[in-house]
């Protein structure tokens, strides 16, 4: 897929923007998550209300620290990823495979026991609506314009003005 | 820094801080993770520190090597069977319907457990059921595996029957005493099922009993008594964590026919599977009653209701924790509102015991706080569950098998770490969870309101172990081994006149008195307390 996109700065600017906060999101859940030991995903994978038989798999004695090491890895990349712009479209794939399992094992269908949570909910969500912002940074890569990708892509491009 | 400039050739600032503002943004955002946790887990350790609540388990008990111990049960009904299978002997029927249930249910673990558990060198050699279906169900599946076990008609054929050293008894109430006391005379150690007596006479006669047989090891079927979070919760109070606890309220919250004990009435029950007569005992003589030896707890005769059967547990929980003894005052009160089917005791009931002299501990000028009150309240038409609180000056605790403490907002001993905002009063400043390590699939709401208590199981190390085995197992120890098992005569002594304190202040309707110094419950003249407590007419 070629992906050749010339945008004005106000359109660059708020990708790039939208790509920062997302990269901070990410990136601040895994810090937090680093320098607390006893953090684990045990509970939210045990409690989730649907694929709960994957889920709970995940959960298992043998799975759980596995789990646990990759998301948090996973978190940080993505993080360190959007923000630096640096291989964002590899962040961007785990970030919303990432996102899609938190859904998933949560989800807000009709029906379904809905947790504590800050907001009401119906089908759709933050998770999910997180995973569709950074589909959008996908089909619109800005790392050329901001980003340590600059660096390596060859023709440098500065975003032209139409 | 060579290399960099050449990378950088070329690069103008401006294209510089396209190329690289990224960089310190994630360095702010991690250090910012980094301070903010560094700072949580600082106010976090200075306040364990100044908590020091050692969470520990309780002891664990000594070997049991050696012959094994031969073992005989009186009373082979729903807690006998249980008692049983903590003793490692499960029946037939239970071993196929686990089987199938696991089978259907991967995360149901009884069968697993259960094989899992440890061996308690002991020989089921006889058993004595009164009901020919419980009795015959026994010696089906009890004669394997090496364990050949007889039964007895009476309870006295197998007590001077010379095959056994130690009883369990798991009988209705009004046998317990009688059953102990002549296993006892005859050399044997005994488990004895809750509430330990059915009258205030043989609570005395009990404990006589034992005080002139002391090699005797008399255990009291509390078994919540092995819950890990008891002895943390202990340490809590010993560190004076919650300041003067003067409220102290524990539930029953049940909703259900089998919580209210209306038990399956067995299709062979007749006067030819049953010894009647050996039911009654010294209950009054009526005719067979299908209803009346099944359900027994509903009857005065034979069990005391939520007095007996449920609050038992709750006070000893509470003096467990608390060790306060018997109450100077309890008054009571309820009703017959939730199951009008001709049983005579309540089904709502709300006993308060004063205790004017006791105190947990203050933080603040001498003399101010002193004396605590124990609500238990328990309904049979509600399963909300209300849990069981200790409400001191400076925090409330929450105990269960996870033990939770909040600070009060008008703490005097946190008042600085409130204001400071170092508390959270709406954030548990202790929270101990033994199942960290793992969640329990915990089967219905009834098991639930046991597995609360401690009832069901407990934790060691992490992994749930069942209560009543921890139990059983402490009593062979403090029999092979010596030592006192946690719950003995005085501590059965103190739950057994609690309860029967209860439901005598419920049928007179009047504060009933412990006379500590002289061990006695107050009557006025010519007052019968047993026959009141006793009397099976009123309704
Ligand atoms: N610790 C606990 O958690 C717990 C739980 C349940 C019951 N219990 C206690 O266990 C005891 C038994 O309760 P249950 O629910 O098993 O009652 P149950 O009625 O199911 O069982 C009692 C058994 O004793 C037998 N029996 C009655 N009189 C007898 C006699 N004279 N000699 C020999 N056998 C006799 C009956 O045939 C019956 O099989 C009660 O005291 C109860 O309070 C304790």
Request: hydrophobic share 40%; aromatic share 10%.
């Amino acid at each position: 897929m070629s992906l050749t996109f010339q945008f004005t700065k106000a359109q660059t600017f708020s990708l790039v923007l939208l790509r920062i906060l997302i990269g901070w999101h990410f990136l601040y859940e895994g810090v937090i998550k680093v320098y607390s030991p006893s953090w684990s995903a045990k509970g939210y994978l045990l409690s989730a209300t649907y694929m709960e038989s994957f889920f709970q798999w995940l959960a298992s004695e043998s799975m759980i620290s596995i789990v646990d090491t990759l998301n948090i890895g996973a978190l940080l990349l993505i993080g360190f990823g959007l923000i630096i712009g640096f291989k964002t479209k590899w962040a961007i794939i785990l970030g919303i495979g990432l996102l899609i399992l938190y859904y998933l094992a949560h989800p807000p269908f009709p029906g379904y026991p809905q947790g504590p949570s800050e907001g009401s909910y119906w089908i759709v969500n933050k998770n999910l609506i997180e995973a569709a912002a950074l589909l959008v940074l996908y089909m619109f890569p800005t790392e050329t314009s901001f980003g340590l990708a600059r660096l390596f892509s060859k023709s440098q491009p500065e975003t032209p003005n139409p | 820094m060579a290399t960099d400039k050449k990378l950088f050739k070329g690069l103008s600032r401006r294209d510089l801080l396209k190329t690289l503002g990224g960089i310190p943004l994630f360095g702010v955002i991690w250090s910012a993770g980094a301070n903010f946790s560094a700072k949580a887990k600082r106010e976090r350790n200075l306040l364990l520190e100044t908590l020091n609540i050692k969470a520990s388990a309780p002891p664990a008990s000594g070997p049991l090597s050696g012959e094994p111990l031969r073992v005989g049960l009186i009373g082979f009904g729903i807690r006998g069977e249980q008692l049983m299978r903590s003793l490692g002997f499960a029946t037939n029927e239970w071993l196929e319907q686990m089987a199938k249930s696991s089978a259907e249910n991967p995360n149901d673990k009884r069968l697993e457990d259960f094989k899992a558990q440890e061996n308690l060198n002991v020989k089921l050699t006889a058993i004595c059921d009164i009901f020919d279906a419980q009795a015959e169900k026994a010696l089906a599946s009890f004669n394997s595996n090496g364990n050949t076990c007889k039964r007895y008609r009476t309870h006295l054929d197998l007590i001077n029957s010379g095959e056994v050293d130690a009883v369990i008894i798991a009988t209705p109430d009004h046998w317990h005493a009688p059953m102990a006391i002549d296993a006892i005379n005859a050399g044997l150690h005994v488990y004895l099922e809750k509430p330990m007596t059915h009258t205030i006479q043989e609570t005395y006669d009990l404990r006589d009993v034992c005080r002139k047989n002391p090699n005797i090891k008399l255990a009291v079927g509390h078994q919540h008594r092995q819950t890990q979070s008891f002895l943390t919760a202990q340490d809590a109070i010993a560190k004076n964590t919650l300041g003067h606890v003067s409220l102290v309220v524990t539930t029953t919250n049940r909703n259900d026919d089998n919580g209210a004990w209306q038990y399956d009435i067995h299709p062979d029950a007749s006067t030819d599977t049953i010894d009647w007569d050996a039911f009654l005992g010294t209950a009054p003589k009526i005719p067979f009653n299908a209803e009346h030896f099944f359900r027994w707890r509903k009857w005065w005769a034979y069990g005391s209701g939520l007095s007996g059967d449920l609050l038992t547990h709750d006070y000893d929980r509470i003096n467990c924790v608390l060790k306060m003894g018997i109450p100077k005052y309890i008054t009571a009160s309820g009703g017959i509102y939730t199951h009008r089917d001709g049983r005579n005791v309540p089904d709502v009931m709300q006993i308060n015991m004063d205790f004017p002299d006791f105190s947990t501990g203050t933080s603040q000028e001498p003399g101010k706080e002193k004396g605590m009150t124990l609500v238990y309240s328990a309904t049979l038409g509600n399963q909300f569950e209300r849990g069981t609180l200790l409400m001191g000056h400076d925090a409330t605790m929450e105990l269960g098998n996870m033990l939770t403490i909040h600070a009060d907002p008008r703490s005097t001993k946190y008042a600085e770490l409130i204001k400071e905002n170092k508390i959270d009063p709406m954030v548990p400043i202790y929270q101990y969870d033994p199942s960290a390590n793992g969640v329990d699939a915990v089967t219905s709401a009834t098991a639930k309101y046991f597995a609360n208590k401690g009832l069901l199981w407990t934790y060691r190390d992490g992994k749930r172990v069942d209560s009543t085995f921890l139990h059983i197992r402490e009593w062979m120890s403090c029999i092979r081994n010596g030592g006192e098992p946690s719950c003995g005569i005085n501590e059965g002594f103190e739950e057994a006149i609690a309860a029967h304190m209860g439901g005598l202040s419920y049928k007179i309707g009047r504060r009933i008195e412990w006379d500590h110094e002289n061990e006695k419950i107050i009557a006025l003249p010519g007052e019968d307390l047993d026959a009141i407590l006793l009397n099976n007419d009123i309704t």
